[in-house]
């Protein structure tokens, strides 16, 4: 015999003899059989009572329905609570008392033995495969005894006490089968269930986590939040929110790669936790955004103070050998009495977006911010409508030539009027128009407008230029030159009579793509002025590599030349100064007559201004035109 057979024997004689206390059913387990046993018990017990009773066997009927009806219902109540030991005890008794009294009236070598084949299988489904056998070779004893049996021959009666032996191996066996059947199934459904579950954790995990770093996702964080908040609460102390957001770090993931990538990640999310592990806690949002929070006293001053001390400038990282500083941006916002987690969050994103706009590192929200943004967005709805539905209007100002009293030309002016707030300046609509990009369609409406004016002018006999004004914007627009020459070609407007504006910060700042449009401007005949000039650093250095032909000098330096020395100076100087450039000077904001004399001494050519008239429709300014009375003012 192999050693494995033997232990396979061994095992098998300790399963069925119950030796291994861990190879019989639990008590929970048994508890369900015992039951099982009760309700077929009864059912067959009260059938055989009534059929006894009918046929005429009635102490038969009446045993069987006595032991049936009083013994087995106790056992069904007692396995509930659990005192196996008694109502398995009930159940065997109800068996004897019902089995012995087929036996007795059977006869022992006539019906009454097949009823008692039936015990052993009982007996170890009942009682389990150790006590099993003591009941069983109890009840066997017990049947020598029964007075039926008493007649009997000796060999009838080793040949039934071997029946019975081995009746009980085969229940024993089955009942051992059944057991071992039921523990693998158990010990399958816990091994599968521990896996499901290990499943449903990581589910769980991931669906409150970001799986890169770990760190709590924007449910994770609202969790986290709303717990905070409950917290707060009882406590006097303030929470802050910090919404971070990384600069550029995605575009240095696309150039690194995703393996370094996620090394980047590590470090600054070591980096982030160890800013928060004070007091607080941090959660990834997206790619390139993280959340923190934490409690302080100090509201304001705590909350940028942190921000300062902990994360500095930016992250430092070391990418392969290369020490990389990851910029951010952040906004915050402190916890109020009635916000609500998912509030609180959208208020930090907020402010660190007006901080991103506003190019600071970091904003703290207040709601000023918020009514701002309506009305900035409610604007921008307004505009698009308006430029949709053509209720722009173009004005124009006269530029005169101071010298000669003669209208030179005119400056194109937008005018918006809402039709229910009025006439909405241009200083309000036009930065709105340049942040949305609404400004690519209404320039283009400038320039068609503007230019189909100056032809129909010209058309009429009179000889004048057109300024329009350009925002830095739309020096990015590819299409822009081809548009303009289209638009001047189409109406038969000479380049040289279309003055293209921009504002000297737009020369400061400018790109070399920008730097190009305007040098191509120049190059197909456009005028190039610029506008608003002494508002910027006042310095021309930026014009030697542009092409300039006009330098318009801002009207804050116009105004006081009368009463202001220094302003005097300026406007002089810089007069001096372009036309030894060989720039065209024009003076803007020209409100008196005593401007227009100092101006034409100082050397200035050409003025715009209240003075000679205000921006006015189309319709006025051919009026005004024909009524000549630029020229008498000019004299004067
Ligand atoms: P700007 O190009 O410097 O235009 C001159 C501004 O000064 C005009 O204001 C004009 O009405 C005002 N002005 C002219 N003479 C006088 C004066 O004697 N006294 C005073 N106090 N003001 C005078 P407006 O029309 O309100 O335009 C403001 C600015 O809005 C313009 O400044 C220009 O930068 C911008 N803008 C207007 N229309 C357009 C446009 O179609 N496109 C672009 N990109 N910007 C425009
Ligand atoms: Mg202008
Ligand atoms: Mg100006």
């Known amino acids: 015999m192999s050693p494995q057979s033997g232990s396979r024997l061994r095992q098998f004689i300790s399963d069925l003899f119950g030796i291994d206390p861990a190879t019989i059913a639990n008590v929970k387990e048994r508890g369900k059989d015992i039951r099982l046993a009760c309700i077929i018990g009864l059912l067959v017990s009260t059938s055989f009572a009534v059929f006894n009773l009918t046929v005429g066997f009635v102490a038969l009927g009446l045993i069987e329905g006595a032991a049936a009806l009083l013994l087995l219902p106790a056992a069904y109540f007692l396995s509930h609570s659990e005192r196996m030991l008694s109502a398995e005890t009930l159940v065997m008794l109800s068996a004897i008392i019902i089995n012995a009294a087929l036996f007795h009236f059977g006869g022992v070598d006539s019906t009454g033995i097949y009823w008692i084949l039936s015990l052993p299988f009982i007996t170890f489904f009942v009682t389990g495969q150790r006590r099993g056998w003591l009941w069983a070779f109890g009840f066997l004893v017990l049947l020598l005894f029964i007075p039926s049996a008493a007649g009997i021959s000796q060999t009838q009666e080793v040949h039934f006490f071997f029946g019975m032996l081995f009746y009980m191996v085969l229940a024993a066996s ?11 199934l ?58 971070i957001k990384l600069i550029r770090i995605i575009e240095l993931i696309n150039i690194v790669g995703t393996e370094q990538g996620a090394v980047l990640f590590a470090q600054i999310v070591a980096n982030l936790k160890n800013a928060v592990q004070r007091s607080g806690k941090a959660g990834r949002l997206g ?92 604007l921008f709805s307004k505009l698009r409508k308006a430029l949709q539905q053509n209720q722009l209007e173009m004005y124009y100002q006269p530029q005169v030539d101071l010298h000669t009293g003669r209208l030179t030309g005119a400056e194109a002016l937008a005018r918006w009027t809402d039709p229910t707030e009025g006439p909405i300046p241009p200083l309000f609509f036009i930065p709105v128009a340049e942040q949305s990009g609404l400004i690519f369609p209404l320039t283009r409406w400038v320039i068609a407008t503007a230019i189909a004016q100056c032809a129909q002018w010209r058309n009429a006999g009179l000889d004048l230029g057109i300024a329009i004004n350009l925002s830095a914007r739309n020096l990015a627009d590819a299409d822009l030159l081809a548009y303009l020459e289209n638009m001047a070609t189409d109406f038969c407007v000479p380049p040289e009579k279309i003055t293209m504006e921009l504002t000297e910060g737009v020369f400061l700042d400018i790109s070399q793509k920008s730097a190009n449009v305007i040098r191509h401007m120049h190059e197909k005949g456009f005028r190039i002025s610029i506008d608003d000039y002494g508002t910027g650093y006042s310095s021309l250095s930026y014009i030697k590599g542009l092409p300039v032909t006009e330098l318009k000098i801002d009207q804050c330096f116009i105004k006081g030349i009368m009463e202001s020395h220094s302003d005097a100076l300026i406007v002089q100087s810089t007069i001096d100064m372009a036309l030894q450039l060989d720039l065209e000077v024009v003076a803007e904001g020209v409100e008196e007559a005593s401007i227009v004399s100092q101006l034409r001494d100082f050397g200035c050519r050409v003025g715009q201004g209240y003075y000679f008239g205000r921006p006015m429709s189309a319709v006025a300014f051919d009026l005004w035109a024909q009524q000549d009375a630029c020229a008498a003012k000019a004299q004067a």
């Open 174 to 184: 089955f009942n051992m089968l059944r057991v071992r059947f039921e523990e693998k």
């Open 186 to 243: 158990a010990r399958q459904v816990k091994e599968k269930t521990a896996v499901a579950t290990a499943y449903l954790e990581q589910l769980q995990f991931l669906a409150k986590h970001d799986e890169l770093t770990g760190l709590p996702n924007r449910e994770g964080i609202l969790d986290l939040l709303d717990d905070e908040i409950k917290r707060q609460a009882e406590d006097s102390e303030a929470l802050v929110v910090i919404y």
């Open 287 to 378: 790619r390139d955004e993280f959340v923190f929070f934490f409690s302080c006293k100090d509201l304001d001053l705590e909350a940028s103070g942190w921000l300062a001390s902990t994360l500095g400038a930016g992250f430092e990282c070391l990418l392969g050998n290369q020490t990389v500083n990851i910029e951010y941006v952040a906004g915050a916002c402190i916890h109020g009495d009635e916000a609500e987690a998912e509030v609180l969050l959208r208020k930090a994103e907020q402010a660190m977006l007006t901080a991103k706009e506003a190019h600071y590192d970091f904003f703290i929200y207040n709601a000023d911010n918020d009514r701002e943004f309506i009305s900035h967005h409610l």
